[in-house]
Every structure is written in C-alpha cells, then in structure tokens.
C-alpha cells in the first residue's frame, strides 16, 4: 500500500510552457484534491473530485486543468505555465467523511 | 463559505513546557475539524480529527484538541513538549453540508511551533 504517490518530486518550467503533474493513490478513496502551499497562506484548494468523472473547482482553479478517469488517478494540468504558479503542490485522497492522505508534494518553479 | 483562522503565526516555547496551538473557524452548517502536522520539506500529516461525539479529542503522541461549538474554536493543546515537536501546524475544516462538500477542506494559515531546549 503506497498511499498517495505524487511526480515529479522538483520541476523547473520557463513561462508559457505546460506540464503535467500526476497523483495516484491505491486507496480506493473517492475523493481526491490539490492544493497549492505558498509561505504565510497555509494550503489552498485548486480543483477536487468527488468520484471518477465528477471535478470541481476549489478556490484557486484559474490557469489549472483536471481530469478524474479512474478512482486511483487525479492529474492536474498547468496550460501555460506563469511565475504566480511557482509554489508546492500537494496532492491528497479520502474516503467519504474522512481525514484527508497528502502526497509527499512536487515543487515547481516557474521562471 | 467557511474560513479557519490561527491566531498565532509563530509559537516558541521551550522543552517540556505546555503549549496551545489557537484555531477559530466560521460556518454556517456543522463541520468537521483537523490539525494536521508538517516537518520540514515534507507533506501533511494528519495529527488529530473531531468527526462527531466526544468533543475532546487525541492524538497518540500526546497532543489533544477541544471542539468548542460555541466559540467555534478548535484549539491543540500538548501539557509537555519536545524538540521533535518542532514543526508547522495547520487547522483545517471541511462542512457537513452533504454532496461534494465532503471533498472540500479549508485550511487555516499555519502555525510554526518551535521548541527549544
């Protein structure tokens, strides 16, 4: 059981380029999100997913794009990469009702 | 929309003393309450939830936290600590408000305890 698996660790991207970050969890969870961590503002919420096939926004999605096609995969796509998207992103799952599993994290600076 | 306030950005305290970590919340509808523990260039780590029924809750390594429905508090409490308590800890809350609020945690925006010897 590996939990939730985040990659890539590190990521250095120029402006306008796009990239993919890739969570996965072998839990079984039906929930799933990403977050954003910048110093002084705690965690952010981008987008979640309540099951396969269902996303919402959470309170910071412009500039981000998800998908949810299986239950153990959750990727979060940057379209055109922006310096105010330099940040660490932390992937998380859960069960219904339950406390949220992190990823170790990716961090991505963006230049 | 709900909101979860720490009061204190920074906590030094020294080995062995108590400390208290202050986390108020806003809401409308009933929730559910974390704190979650970060060491340094690591994820989060859930330390203790109130889902419902006792309102004092604990962690296995000592920390305990109180839901207060009437000053909406949920504040972390540890009577002795160690150095290797030294890391950034978040409050968070998601509602009670059925469909896909379950999905949603709102986090507060830390607080860095640091213990010295």
């Known amino acids: 059981n590996a939990g939730v698996t985040q990659t890539p660790k590190f990521q250095v991207l120029k402006t306008g380029q796009s990239m993919t970050l890739q969570c996965a969890q072998d839990m079984n969870h039906e929930y799933m999100s990403w977050y954003r961590q910048d110093p002084g503002m705690g965690l952010r919420l981008i987008h979640y997913s309540v099951g396969a096939g269902i996303t919402d926004q959470g309170e910071v999605p412009n500039g981000y794009n998800v998908s949810r096609s299986t239950t153990e995969d959750f990727p979060l796509r940057l379209l055109s990469a922006a310096p105010s998207q330099t940040s660490v992103y932390f992937c998380?799952?859960?069960?219904?009702?339950?406390?949220?599993?992190f990823g170790p994290g990716t961090r991505l600076t963006v230049l | 929309a709900q909101s979860v306030t720490q009061l204190d950005s920074q906590v030094p305290v020294f080995e062995e003393a108590p400390v208290e970590l202050r986390c108020n919340y806003s809401?409308?509808?009933?929730?559910?309450l974390f704190w979650y523990v970060q060491y340094p260039n690591q994820g989060l780590q859930l330390l203790l939830k109130y889902l419902s029924g006792s309102t004092l809750v604990e962690s296995i390594n000592g920390f305990e936290a109180e839901f207060n429905k009437s000053q909406t508090s949920f504040h972390l409490r540890k009577p002795s600590v160690h150095i290797s308590d030294t890391a950034e800890y978040f409050c968070?809350?998601?509602?009670?408000?059925?469909?896909?609020?379950?999905?949603?945690?709102?986090f507060g925006q830390g607080t860095i305890l640091t213990v010295h010897p």
């Open positions: 968070a809350v998601s509602v009670n408000a059925g469909g896909t609020s379950y999905g949603k945690l709102t």
């Open positions: 998380a799952s859960s069960y219904h009702r339950g406390p949220k599993y």
């Open positions: 809401s409308s509808v009933s929730v559910y």
